[in-house]
């Protein structure tokens, strides 16, 4: 961190846009007609029940999907084959068959950071989740909580604009759970953009600064957590707080 | 049976006294195929990587027959090696028909679908659990298949092997392009039939177990590879 120049380019990818997104499969409209601003700063929390498309409109955003319609805008267009400045991690990390610091090293090179660098910063990165001890274990045969740390250390050495997680505690116990939201929070606070998916409404609530209700492929509701959760606006977003919606 | 018996045990004499010609004939199977299928997998692995992670125009197509050419007979595809190096034929020029060389051509292309075939396969079912994480990462094609190469390498390691064994182990490619010329182009498969149609057993059954135990010992250190690798990186 100490030493480095910034060389993130000056337009900040942020806000990112959405008009009038769709993703159609066969006759499903999985993402039904989107049109959102997303800003830098308030971390955003998408919920909604199963089948709601919120893992969908991740991938859209993130650029794994490709929209049947509409427009993926950010405010600094990302060249391809240019290092991303926005990163993701998934419900199930996804590990190399070689160390935990060597999965990390591996997204910096990916991403064009100098030879030199990258050890030092993979190795502040695994420091920061908690992993120092383990950076030369096979990331393969840590732990599902551990590999999900790894996946944010890795997520955190790019030094993203924009971090989306799928529902990345989904399949953790509540200690991992609370390690993962732990590092969510502090890489928030380093300045990183938060989007997330959650099936968990306490999370939601714990992680969350806004939340965005999705419905049937629709954003239903958007409103400031604490208003969220204390007056939903919507009778679907009540009935799913509710635990009536499944999720 | 006693025939068979005393052939045996004169074959064990031969590979334990370390036979000049038995040796000779090992030697040279074993530099045919290990040249063929050390090509075939330095062509055959990057194809089927590139195959796996990218999507083009007839694809299927490619994947249909490179799938069916791993039944291909290894007489047909002597013969067809033959007629592409026969003096008559469009390599004629090189004039290495009856060489090891024609062997080494001659099994490289037995052996090349099977490692593109079966690298295909692997890594495009590891490509189904890498291929969003390594999307997000900005990853392109081409380093996801080199990735994915190096991430699979004991997996591939063992389809090698499998190559090895094959092109090892076949009659019909060698025994066409290669004429099983006496300390020429004699190998193991090629001395069997012969010895064994000319009624010397000890020979053959030498050739036969010493054949066996590559097969085994190639198959076991793939196997002992795998295991360790998986122990290790899960």
């Known amino acids: 961190m100490s030493a480095e120049v910034d060389v993130r380019a000056p337009l900040s990818l942020l806000p990112l846009r959405l008009e009038a997104l769709a993703f159609v499969v066969g006759e499903r409209r999985i993402i039904d007609d989107i049109s959102i601003e997303l800003g830098a700063g308030p971390r955003s929390v998408i919920v909604g029940p199963n089948g709601a498309g919120k893992s969908v409109l991740l991938r859209i955003c993130h650029g794994l999907l490709k929209p049947t319609s509409g427009v993926v805008h950010w405010n600094a267009p990302e060249i ?101 939201e732990a590092i969510v929070r502090a890489m928030h606070e380093s300045g990183t953009k938060i989007v997330m998916v959650t099936h968990n409404l306490g999370q939601a609530r714990r992680l969350g600064d806004e ?37 | 049976m006693t025939g068979i018996a005393a052939a045996a045990h004169e074959a064990v004499g031969l590979v334990r006294g370390g036979d000049p010609e038995l040796i000779r004939i090992v030697s040279l199977s074993l530099r045919v195929s290990l040249s ?15 195959i796996a992670v990218s999507r083009f125009a007839g694809r299927k197509t490619v994947i249909v027959v490179l799938n069916a050419l791993l039944g291909l007979p290894s007489v047909v595809v002597g013969l067809l090696v033959y007629l592409l190096l026969s003096r008559a034929g469009p390599l004629g020029a090189f004039g290495i028909l009856f060489t090891p060389s024609a062997m080494v051509v001659a099994q490289t292309v037995l052996t090349l679908p099977l490692v593109a075939a079966l690298s295909r396969q692997v890594i495009e079912d590891a490509w189904a659990e890498y291929r969003e994480q390594l999307q997000s990462l900005g990853v392109q094609n081409a380093r996801a298949a080199l990735t994915l190469l190096w991430d699979l ?50 020979l053959a059954l030498g050739l036969g177990f010493v054949l066996l135990a590559i097969v085994l010992a190639m198959n076991s250190a793939a196997q002992l590879l795998k295991e360790s690798a998986q122990r290790r990186y899960g």
């Open chain 2, 36 to 50: 063929a299928v050390a090509i075939a997998a330095a062509v055959g692995l990057p194809l089927g990587a590139a």
């Open chain 2, 153 to 202: 390498r004991y997996s591939l390691v063992t389809i090698v092997l499998a190559a090895f064994g094959r092109a090892v182990a076949e009659v019909g490619a060698v025994m066409i392009v290669g004429g099983n010329i006496d300390g020429v182009t004699r190998v193991m498969t090629t001395a069997i039939a012969l010895e064994t149609s000319k009624g010397d057993l000890p």
């Open chain 1, 80 to 180: 391809p084959g240019a290092p991303r400045r926005q990163a993701m991690v998934f419900q199930r990390p996804m590990m190399l068959r070689r160390s935990a610091i060597a999965n990390v090293t591996y997204a910096l090179e990916v991403a064009g950071v100098p030879r030199g660098d990258r050890a030092l910063r993979a190795r502040e990165a695994l420091e920061r989740v908690g992993l120092a001890r383990l950076a030369d274990h096979p990331a393969r045969v840590l732990s599902g909580g551990e590999q999900q740390r790894l996946a944010l250390a890795r997520a955190w050495a790019l030094r993203p604009e924009v971090l989306f997680l799928d529902e990345p505690t989904a399949s953790l116990d509540p200690g991992a759970t609370h390690e993962i």
């Open chain 1, 211 to 247: 939340i965005l209700f999705m419905h049937h492929g629709r954003i239903a509701e958007r409103a400031a957590v604490g208003r969220f959760f204390r007056q939903p606006a919507s009778p679907e977003a009540a009935k799913f707080i509710e635990g009536e919606l499944p999720w």
